[in-house]
């Protein structure tokens, strides 16, 4: 049985690495990582493009997520072109703007549907509709297809966006657009309300995924365990079994995909007590089962799949590495890797 696990952020920042690392008992992951073998491969589109390629999905002029996780929430994507244009809170530091996510804030099915009716009402003659199926998760429909790069939300959370704008050769139009959609929904009643009981404005739009409905390859994966629901999207459009993750890693009892993605809130919003909570965690649930499932011979191979900034990192362990005695290095020694 071959586990492929995928987790984010497990390589901190290299000025955190240290700190973050410090006096944590990590057994298992220390010896998975250094028994086993490693590779580096240039990394563009991070962890997202890894999920993209591990279900057969070809990139368009941008990754087409939008019109995959539209199908999995029960839209009809039809031959339109679709972007993602989830709600979140731009919030000032200085002379610049993070990115909040959905992650951090609350917002009811009746407050997205109040943004979408006022932009559908302001920008339906240039040819946009504005669909909230989910109340974070929204749909643009666009009549005439942008030629647009994309940055996912999820890699731009706790960030300063100024980096991750839209970029090809409509990218100028898009940044008036946002610029627009700014001073529109600062307008809106539905944000004095929400600011009134304390919660965050929604004062943006993230924009991303473009594309139209794509065909998939086949892809050689029996289940795919995740709780982040646009992974399930794309192994619900691979034709792959998907399902929430169990409690530990005990419960997987077939090879599979399975994507750990606890560490991400910490990691991008500096919770560096979370991030470390969160590790400690997967190394109860998940490693040091894996661990054992290795050395009984229930697991015969794992693959361990990290990024940095620029890097895709993978680990490969078969059951025969863990006869490697030699192979002490700590847990910092194997996380350090070059961003």
Known sequence: ???????PHLIPAAEMRQALL???????????LARGSHTMTDAPGGMDAVLYRRFGIAR?????????????????????????ADPVHLRATRDQLMLVDSAAFNISQDEAEQFAEAFNRHFRQDGLLLYP???NRWYLKIDTPPTLTTHSV????????????????????????????QMLFFSLNVNDIREARGELPINSLW???????????????????????????????????????????AAIDQPAIILLDA??????????????????????DWF?????????????????????????????????????FWRRDSLQQSLDMPA
């Open 22 to 32: 410090d006096n944590l008992a990590l057994p298992a992951l220390a010896t998975l």
């Open 133 to 135: 199926l989910r109340p």
């Open 288 to 324: 040091a089962p894996l661990l054992a499932g290795l050395k009984s011979g229930r697991i015969s191979s794992l693959q361990i799949t990290t990024a940095t900034q620029h890097r895709l990192v993978d680990w490969q362990i078969q059951r025969s590495n863990l006869l490697k």
């Open 154 to 181: 999820n890699s731009v959370a706790g960030k300063h966006i100024d980096a991750y704008l839209p970029g090809g050769p409509d990218a100028l139009a898009w940044h008036r657009l946002y610029n627009e959609i």
């Open 60 to 84: 368009q002029a941008d990754w087409p997520i939008a019109p995959i996780t539209l199908l999995a929430d029960g839209g009809n994507p039809a031959e339109h072109y679709w972007l993602r």
């Open 207 to 249: 924009c991303w995924g473009g594309g139209v409905l794509p065909k998939t390859e086949a892809v050689a994966c029996s289940k795919l365990y995740a709780n982040d629901s646009d992974a399930r999207a794309l192994a619900f459009a691979a034709g792959v079994p998907n399902d929430k993750l169990p409690v530990n890693a």
């Open 1 to 7: 049985m071959h586990i492929d696990l995928l987790v």
């Open 263 to 284: 560490l991400t809130g910490g990691a991008q919003y500096g919770d560096y007590t979370g991030w470390r909570e969160a590790l400690l965690q997967l190394e109860h």
